[in-house]
């Protein structure tokens, strides 16, 4: 156990639908990412926030739009989902957000688009 | 061309093999390298962490560097079936803009035969 965790474990929606995927990092880590695994693609940089800023920004959607609240969580907003966007969607958390530090993954969501 | 490559395998060996994995890169600012290991589409799990060329042992596993080449590997020595499973590697560049996202190969599913 990472001790990152993450809801819901699995999300079944339809397309055009928005959803909101909840991530909480280990207890004292300030950074938060989100990474996406699909079959074709592998794991992907999302996004990174540290202590409630956006750190870094990578191919992520204009139709997603991510946050990190106050208490350190942080929350994935997908929205007009399209077939293309089921896939694994991740946390991971470090101390510090520096390059330096370990990226400790959650269990993911999930997300399947019918 | 992706910035970093990894042979998918399927790669399947009788138990108490030596494995080895290996990952080329083409963009010279990474610095940082990992291993990462993930069971059937879990999270992915840290194994092994370097930043500079040359070996470095923890167990069973090797992990080497080479940046002049920009290839790295791991090696896994008296394979078990708990072995089983998807090997990622991973990197991160120095660059300040970059954040501290990590670049992933697509991953090597492994099979460690009884």
């Known amino acids: 156990d990472s001790g990152v965790t993450q809801t819901p474990k699995h999300l079944i929606t339809a397309t055009g639908q928005r959803v909101t995927l909840r991530c909480s990092p280990r207890s004292g880590d300030l950074s938060v990412y989100w990474y996406q695994q699909s079959l074709d693609q592998g794991l992907q940089f999302l996004i990174q926030y540290y202590n409630g800023e956006e750190r870094a920004k990578g191919n992520i959607l204009e139709r997603f739009s991510a946050q990190q609240f106050p208490d350190l969580h942080s929350e994935l907003n997908l929205s007009s989902l399209e077939l293309g966007d089921s896939a694994l969607y991740f946390c991971?958390?470090?101390?510090?957000?520096?390059?330096?530090?370990?990226?400790?993954f959650g269990p993911g969501t999930r997300l399947t688009v019918l | 061309q992706k910035e970093v490559e990894q042979d998918p395998g399927p790669l399947s060996v009788p138990e108490g093999a030596i494995v080895s994995l290996n990952c080329t890169y083409s963009?010279?600012?990474?610095?940082?390298f990992m291993w990462y290991r993930q069971y059937s589409r879990k999270g992915p799990e840290l194994l092994m962490y370097?930043?500079?060329?040359g070996n470095k042992e923890d167990g069973r596993f090797t992990a080497q560097v080479d940046k002049s080449s920009k290839y790295i590997s791991l090696f896994i020595r008296d394979s078990q079936p708990s072995d089983s499973a998807t090997y990622l590697c991973?990197?991160?560049?120095?660059?300040?803009?970059?954040?501290?996202?990590?670049?992933f190969g697509e991953g090597t599913q492994l099979t460690v035969n009884p």
């Open positions: 991971a958390s470090s101390a510090w957000g520096m390059r330096t530090d370990t990226q400790y």
């Open positions: 370097t930043y500079s060329s």
């Open positions: 963009n010279s600012a990474f610095q940082y």
């Open positions: 991973a990197m991160s560049a120095r660059e300040e803009t970059s954040g501290s996202r990590l670049t």
